[in-house]
């Protein structure tokens, strides 16, 4: 007999998805014993899949499409309107070998010491303060950072608030009312800042160097050989800096882990980069941050039994596939250790999307992550030592994306001698 694709039964499950966040999936995969069921969202009727199966057909460019996958809530606070996200094909590739040429190991590199460096002039103004919000400050730094090395010029006086518009961006992009208008506002005057400081690039005004993200991005031709409106550009090079500060939520989340697992701490007193990066990867695999991501059916084609009709959108289980029994051992342990003999293949580690990121929409900017993750891992491990007062750690898993509610709390810094 035919296996039949279970229907979840409520008429639309918009709300559930808001009430049960990350865990909306993976809670229905586990109700009807299925890695994948159909369901109503958004008025919608959407699929919904899960395990390492599911991604490798999610990333099949025969099978599925973008364009219109992102609800323009979205685009309108997270990725920008029209940009690399939502292309596909020719045009799509050629785009993102512009991002893949400013995510090198030497950019990498850079990117991680430049955090280091800021980070250990940070600490004699810490210092100086009773506590500090750990999310704030970070965020403040990547900003700086980010920018920095992009070539785009940030007066430190405008520093907090451009930060703080990149993480309302990234923080609204989940919500509804107030907040998604507040992520509206944040991207508006953001792409205005941003497109200004191209048009001056391009009127020769500011001067950048030609190994820069800004330069790329101020002359860079698509695929029929024309520049990008400053608009877009500016919506593109957002892109690349918005992404960045928002490694801060992977920091608090580093920090978190220090604080939850100590006896893995002491296994990164030495510095040893392979454990600094296991521990790094633990972190990507083990917190939520990215919790689905949707595309839409190219043609009709049938797959484990279930009906994919063309234009349909499909959403992919991110946090689930990084917590399924069939890939990790006790997956909701924290253990950097298992990432000691690991062979990742391009479906079964995906926090910032699977297979090839120059072939496909997956992340390019993993190598930065992990990279600014390192350098600010051994930092908190190697270069300070603090005490974390008492407050509330605990982080929803009901709030797309989320965050421990303090925010994390340090107090007492002192440089670690
Ligand atoms: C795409 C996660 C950091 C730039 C993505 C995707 C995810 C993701 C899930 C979508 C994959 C897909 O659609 O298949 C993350 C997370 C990060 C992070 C959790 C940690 C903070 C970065 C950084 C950069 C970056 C540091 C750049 C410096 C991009 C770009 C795309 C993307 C440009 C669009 C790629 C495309 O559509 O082809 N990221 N990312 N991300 N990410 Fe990241």
Redesign the pocket.
Known sequence: TKKQVPHDKSLDNTIDLLKEGYLFIRNRVDKYQSDIFETHLLGQKVICMTGEESAKIF?NPELFY?KDATPKRVQKTLFGVGA??S?DGEA?IHR?NL?MS??TPSYQNQLAKLMMDKLLDSIKVWENKEQIILFDEVNEILCRVVCQWAGVPLKESEVKERAEDFSLMVDSFGAVGPKHWKGRRARIRTEEWIKGIIEDVRSGNIKVEEDSALYAMTFYRDIDKNQLDSHMAGIELI??LR??V??S??IVFEALALHEYPQSKDKLLSGDKDKLKMFVQEVRRYYP??PL?GARVKKDFIWNECEFKEGMLVLLD?YGINHDPRIWNNPDKFCPERFRERNDNLFDFI????SN?AK???????G??IEIMKASLDFLVNKIEYDVPNQNLSYSMAKIPTLPESKFIISNIRRKS
């Open positions: 990333y973008r690399i996200q292309m799509h993102k991002f400013l995510m892109n690349v992404p960045v928002a490694i939520t992977f941050f990215t991501l991110v926090p910032q999307g699977g990121p496909g929409h997956r992340c390019p900017g993993e930065i992550t």
